[in-house]
């Protein structure tokens, strides 16, 4: 009983039907209460008025028998009105305040006191009031339990009074009496009460049937939607669905619910990540790879994970020191002791012998954990097998003195440079061999001094740019030089970040390479001899011819025109001087280059090829089609091996054509060259109208002494020489087969300014 009336008395719809109950108690009660009272107010006023009407129609009726001074018309005319059952008397006074003409005969004749309420409205004052409202002239009084209203008309003097022969009024007297009427007012007020009555059972049923609409409305739109409302958020709590789908969605209700679904949407969402969490970290306890263990003050293992149920199998209920090792009482310096005493974390390495013999190793790391008041009551233990990394260590120290034996026998330089100042941290004996240094003299000594001066800004560059440097100048203690190819690579060394410089030494290599490009160049110049011999043999016949005509006319004695001799000395003078390039373009040809890079452009390169190569070319058939782009972007290279590179293309070319037409497989002896560039290179093409490579070959061609003419035509040395030349300035080449046959080679080398 107590929780209903609790529950009521709690209720939100009760509460605010209270206080419309309330609310409506008051205005209606108001509203009541004006009515009644302005129904009384009304009636009383009516019935002054109509008491009044009344009084001014007995004098009106009087007046006549008044003016004829007919006293038995009068007391006929008062005795006939008083006969009225709600009229109880009238009465009419003269000025001295004498009854002279009654309902009631006993009372005519006699005389009243100015203070009586009939009298004292006029008679208050000194003189008497001549005028008096309405309300001044109307009394109520009660007589025997019946209501009475009195009313007192004054019987003002006229002319009619004053003036006529008939009387002796002096014109002077303004009231020459009055008269008064007594009604009851009892039937009245009766109908007035049960009009109140009938306001009042109203009043009470319009109440009822207000509360009655709003206990409904307050049930079908407040109550029931948030008994609603209120379920679904328990349903929600318990993580059931809200179940507010038809609900309607309009109004504050409305956004309520909008509110409820969206929180229900929020806790299910909170939900689902409390519940992902909890798996993640129930998963992390779990398969996390070390021994996890919750023990009490006892060191009673309260709670562990997988592995170390795997690794120590427990009992239920084991202490923590027969479970790792099988102790029957604590282990001392025991940081789970300190963890208790002290609520710091502490940590310690332990170990022990498995059962199979092996030694087992780890590292115990214990947490205090706290209650809501900040008393340690448990202490979680996690251990970390540390058994491999033991072993590691006894394998690093073994395989320590296994690494500096083989760096120090490694048969290249090896450098372990600073990545920031490019310092030697350290370095193996054949750096000290190689470069002529004692270690300490290396030691903290900048790498880049060992490059030559002039090339030592470039170095720095070259380290942050590149992975591999090839021949490379490099400088001994003593002063000499030599070459080398670096090989870079970013290490970690006693946990800091260095650079790992190899350097092989290849002077030995450059050197035979140098003999093996200088026998290209003394074989391709060898192919050329029949095409020199022509093109020097043309300078000769004229020289030949010139002195002959001069010899001729010297015999005979002739004279020799000065125009003439002008000209032919100019001609043998220009021959001289072709002769003379030729023999300096075949010198600088065969002449060693120096390996350092310049730069070049690649259509002076191709112009002088072809022009060494054209008589040759030219008397056995073969047109060259030259379209380089003007202004053409240089590159980084030597120009006579760059020169190499050309002839050994356009004698293959030449000797492709050659054998296509032998063959019968070409008429047209074409070869074309072409340049072009793009924003990161400069790209040559050399094309020949020949049968083209062999489809199985096309990967091999670049291989030495791999050729594909007939024996004793060719030394295979050509493309390889020419494949080796071209990676030395960074650029490569391809070869295809175009479809309308011959050869196409494409070298592509990067232009001067992106690389630097």
């Known amino acids: 009983m107590y929780f209903w009336l609790s529950r009521f008395r709690n209720s939100l719809a009760v509460k605010v039907l209270l206080l419309i109950a309330l609310v409506l108690i008051l205005c209606l009660g108001l509203h009541s209460w004006g009515t009644m009272h302005f129904l009384t107010k009304y009636t009383a006023s009516k019935l002054s008025v109509e008491a009044d009407r009344l009084s001014k129609t007995i004098l009106l009726s009087a007046r006549y028998a008044m003016m004829a001074n007919a006293r038995n018309e009068i007391d006929q ?15 009419i006074y003269d000025k001295q305040g004498v009854i002279r003409f009654s309902n009631i005969r006993g009372e005519v004749g006699t005389q009243v006191s100015k203070e009586t309420p009939s009298c004292s409205a006029c008679h208050s004052t000194e003189p008497p009031k001549t005028g008096l409202t309405l309300d001044q002239r109307t009394r109520t009084f009660a007589v025997d339990d019946t209501e009475l209203l009195g009313t007192i008309t004054p019987i003002m003097n006229d002319k009619s009074c004053s003036v006529a022969p008939c009387h002796a009024h002096n014109s002077s007297h303004t009231v020459l009496g009055e008269l008064e009427l007594v009604l009851q007012t009892d039937q009245e007020f009766v109908g007035l009460s049960e009009v109140q009555n009938k306001l009042l059972a109203l009043t009470g049923l319009i109440y009822i049937l207000s509360v009655s609409l709003l206990v409904i409305g307050l049930r079908r739109y407040i109550t029931t939607p948030i008994k609603k409302i209120i379920n679904s958020t328990k349903r929600i709590s318990e993580g059931k669905p809200s179940g507010l789908e038809d609900m309607p969605r309009t109004g504050e209700l409305g956004n309520l619910v909008d509110s409820v679904v969206a929180m229900e949407q929020a806790v299910a969402k909170k939900q689902a990540e409390l519940d992902k969490n909890r798996r993640e970290y129930q998963d992390l306890f779990e398969q996390v790879p070390c021994s996890i263990t919750v023990q009490d003050a006892d060191m009673r293992i309260l709670k562990y994970n997988k592995e170390f149920a795997e690794r120590f199998n427990p009992k239920p209920g084991a202490y923590c020191y027969e479970a790792y090792k099988g ?56 251990g970390i097998d540390i058994s491999a990394r033991k072993r590691a260590e006894e394998r690093l120290i073994s395989s320590e003195a296994k690494y500096h034996a083989i760096f120090n026998h490694i048969p290249n330089a ?83 970040n260095v650079l790992l410089v190899t350097a092989m030494d290849v002077t030995d290599r450059l050197e035979a390479e140098q003999k093996l490009i200088q026998a290209g160049k003394m074989a391709t110049l060898g192919e050329m001899a029949t095409g020199v011999a022509h093109e020097l043999n043309q300078p000769l016949t004229v020289i030949k011819t010139a002195s002959g005509f001069i010899m001729r006319k010297i015999n005979r004695s002739q004279p020799i025109d000065s125009e003439i001799l002008k000209t032919m000395a100019e001609e043998i003078d220009s021959h001289v001087d072709r002769a003379s390039q030729i023999i300096d373009h075949m010198r600088a040809f065969g002449r060693q280059s120096d390996h350092a890079l310049e730069r070049v452009n690649m259509n002076s390169v191709i112009k002088s090829s072809v022009d ?63 340049t072009y560039s793009t924003p990161r290179a400069v790209v040559a093409v050399v094309e020949d109208t020949g049968a083209g490579v062999p489809a199985g070959l096309i990967d091999k061609i670049f291989e030495p002494f791999f050729t594909t003419k007939k024996v004793g035509k060719g030394t295979g040395l050509g493309l390889s020489i020419s494949y080796g030349l071209i990676k030395d300035f960074g650029g490569t080449i391809r070869v295809k087969n175009k479809k309308e046959g011959g050869a196409q080679f494409t070298l592509m080398f990067p232009r001067s300014s992106s690389r630097r």
């Open 327 to 382: 102790l029957s009482d604590k282990c001392p310096n025991c940081p789970l002791d300190k963890t208790f005493e002290t609520g710091s974390p502490y940590c310690s390495e332990e170990s022990r012998t498995n059962p199979d013999g092996t030694k087992a190793h780890w590292l115990v790391h214990v947490a205090p954990v706290f209650d809501e008041n900040g008393e340690v009551v448990a202490a979680m233990e996690m």
């Open 612 to 674: 060494m190569f054209i008589s040759q070319l030219t008397l056995r058939g073969i047109s060259v089609e030259m379209n380089f782009k003007e202004k053409l972007p240089e590159i980084l290279g030597v120009a006579n091996r760059l020169e190499q590179v050309f002839i050994n293309l356009l004698l293959n070319a030449r000797d492709a054509i050659e054998e296509a037409s032998a063959e019968g497989k070409t008429e047209k002896k074409v070869i074309t060259l072409r």
């Open 77 to 91: 005319i008062v005795s006939d009105i008083a006969k009225h059952p709600d009229i109880t008397s009238v009465r």
């Open 414 to 496: 090896v450098f372990v440079l600073d990545v920031e100042d490019y310092n030697i941290i350290d370095c193996n004996d054949m750096a000290e061999r190689s470069y002529g240094y004692d270690t300490e003299e290396m030691h903290d000594t900048s790498f880049i001094h060992l490059f030559p001066k002039e090339e030592q800004d470039k170095a720095r560059s070259y380290f942050r740019a590149f992975t591999a440097l090839n021949r490379v100048r490099q400088k001994r203690k003593d002063g000499s030089t030599f070459y080398v190819d670096f090989r870079l690579s970013p290490a970690v060394y006693n946990d800091r």
